[in-house]
């Protein structure tokens, strides 16, 4: 079957007639006539062309579908007793193929029932026959109307769901940027640690990368990924406030000393928790160093009481501390670090995690360390997944509107 005509139900030159009531225009319309009878196709024809319509006619249904498959029709009147076809199975098949069509059914019989059924079925109206001039104008004119209402209802439909993708994508790019100044926001915070404590430089990079890892094994979700990122990115913002004495003492620290120390995770959580963006984060800096023992501080948490977050950051925590120079040690191999967890893990370590992390090559904690994983920091401090993190050319292009 060859693809159908699309139905034309506003040509060129229709308009509305005077009047109080919805009048369509019919002349030039292209109406298709559907009857077994030819006096009655003549009739039809007769009337309709007097009011400026374009006829064509058809004796059955087989013969109308041909016609529609050839030519756009803006209406079809159709008899309902027709032989081989009758009128409701046509008006089965144009609505299939034409559900904009306008379509009458034309009846013999003076039965409601009837023409309930076929406006059931699709069609737009009912007449009775012996047919009158008025009665059919008036029928074509109300359906044109309806026909054009419900253009119009489409098109408002349309336009406002481009509206509204629109607005997404506005939302989205103005999301983007909300992002990119959070990132921004966490990156100067990060800088102003590392000015602070320079003798750390990169450990708060490294540790996050390290976090992170360790939690995509864990099938962590975005949110926890996000969370567990800035918390350890801004795990020692509390230091800004520790006294240089105590913050860069190349030996041991005093009892007194090591409490003004212990207070830097208070002072931390203080400082970010008024901040909605970083609401989960205060968590990890208030926790990240509880110990699963109960031995860690500031609450002196066991076990699952400690934040997953937490947990994972105190591996993390700790390996880059045996690894990197520090005032009071030279940085220690790898391996001793992977050893160190391996012998403190359900001690000191939860079990769980400290497996991930034994279980994960050591040529990935090798990349990790690498100053040119920084750009992954900022992949992750803006909410985009390590594996598809973008540089910063890629992230300008997506704001630009």
């Known amino acids: 079957m060859n693809l159908p005509h699309e139905v034309g139900t506003e040509p060129s030159g229709s308009g509305r007639r005077a009047g109080a009531s919805p009048h369509i225009a019919l002349?030039?319309?292209r109406l298709l006539v559907v009857d077994d009878e030819p006096e009655c196709r003549k009739l039809l024809v007769v009337m309709l062309e007097q009011v400026g319509m374009s006829c064509t006619t058809a004796s059955n249904g087989p013969e109308a579908l041909s016609i529609l498959q050839q030519k756009p029709v803006d209406a079809v009147i159709a008899d309902l007793n027709m032989p081989t076809v009758s009128g409701l199975e046509l008006l089965a098949q144009v609505r299939r193929f034409y559900p904009q069509q306008v379509f009458l059914m034309a009846t013999g019989v003076d039965d409601v029932r009837v023409g309930m059924q076929a406006m059931r079925q699709g069609a737009d109206d009912y007449l009775v026959k012996p047919l009158e001039a008025e009665m059919i104008v008036t029928s074509l004119e109300r359906a044109f109307h309806k026909r054009r209402l419900e253009q119009e209802v489409e098109s408002y439909r349309q336009h406002l769901e481009e509206m509204v993708s629109a607005r997404t994508l506005q939302l989205q790019k103005a999301l983007r940027r909300i992002e990119r100044g959070y990132a921004d926001t966490l990156d100067a915070l990060g800088a102003a640690i590392d000015l602070r404590d320079s003798q750390t430089g990169g450990h708060s990079r490294r540790v996050l990368l390290y976090s992170v890892e360790m939690l995509k094994a864990l099938t962590g979700t975005p949110k926890q990924l996000k969370s567990l990122a800035m918390g350890a990115w801004l795990h020692d913002i509390g230091k800004l406030a520790i006294p240089d004495a105590i913050l860069f003492k190349p030996g041991p620290l005093?009892?007194?000393?090591?409490?003004?120390?212990?207070?830097?995770v208070r002072i931390g959580y203080d400082m970010v928790k008024r901040i909605s963006f970083l609401?989960?984060?205060?968590?990890?800096?208030?926790?990240?160093?509880e110990r699963w023992n109960g031995s860690g501080y500031p609450n002196g948490l066991k076990g699952e009481t400690i934040?997953?977050?937490?947990?994972?950051?105190?591996?993390?925590?700790?390996?880059?501390?045996?690894?990197?120079?520090?005032?009071?040690h030279s940085a220690l191999p790898f391996q001793t670090a992977r050893d160190e967890i391996e012998r403190k893990a359900g001690i000191l370590f939860d079990p769980e995690v400290a497996g991930v992390f034994l279980s994960i090559p050591k040529q990935t904690w090798e990349a990790i360390r690498k100053p040119t994983a920084a750009t992954e920091t900022n992949g992750v401090l803006a909410g985009i997944s390590i594996e598809n993190s973008l540089d910063a050319a890629e992230l300008q292009s997506n704001d630009v509107e």
């Open 27 to 29: 002349s030039g319309r």
């Open 254 to 264: 005093t009892g007194e000393e090591r409490k003004i120390m212990e207070t830097h």
């Open 279 to 289: 609401a989960d984060a205060a968590e990890i800096i208030l926790t990240h160093h």
């Open 307 to 328: 934040p997953l977050g937490a947990r994972i950051f105190a591996v993390a925590d700790t390996v880059d501390a045996m690894t990197s120079d520090r005032p009071y």
